[in-house]
Nanobody, 116 residues
């Protein structure tokens, strides 16, 4: 069982920045990938960004505007998501994801609320 704990969410004004953190109980090199998803109220969960075991980064449709940056600290078993120039439409619960072969593990999520 892979445990994931997110932190760093909160209430922020539009234009501000946040850095979300996700710490895993596992050695990152035992995971095929780690990444972030988000789910706004009334909408489906959508992928934001991921980083593979080899360090290859993917940004998905919701994060291709240059405001999102994913990074990791292997020693700290932590993946980060930096979000700049926050917009009200970024308001969502952000979930950390880890994938091992075909199994997905999820954190409980951290709420990000952006006020206009």
């Amino acid at each position: 069982q892979v445990h994931l704990v997110e932190s760093g969410g909160g209430l922020v004004q539009a234009g501000g920045s946040l850095r979300l953190s996700c710490t895993t109980s596992e050695n990152i090199f035992n995971l095929n990938s780690m990444g972030w998803y988000r789910q706004a109220s009334g909408k489906e969960r959508e992928p934001v960004a991921s980083v593979s075991v080899r360090g290859l980064i993917d940004y998905f449709e919701s994060a291709k505007d240059g405001r999102f940056f994913i990074s990791r600290d292997v020693a700290k078993k932590t993946v980060y998501l930096q979000i700049n120039s926050l917009k009200p439409e970024d308001t969502a619960v952000y979930y950390c994801n880890a994938r091992v072969l075909r199994t997905d593990y999820w954190g409980l999520g951290t709420q990000v609320t952006v006020s206009s």
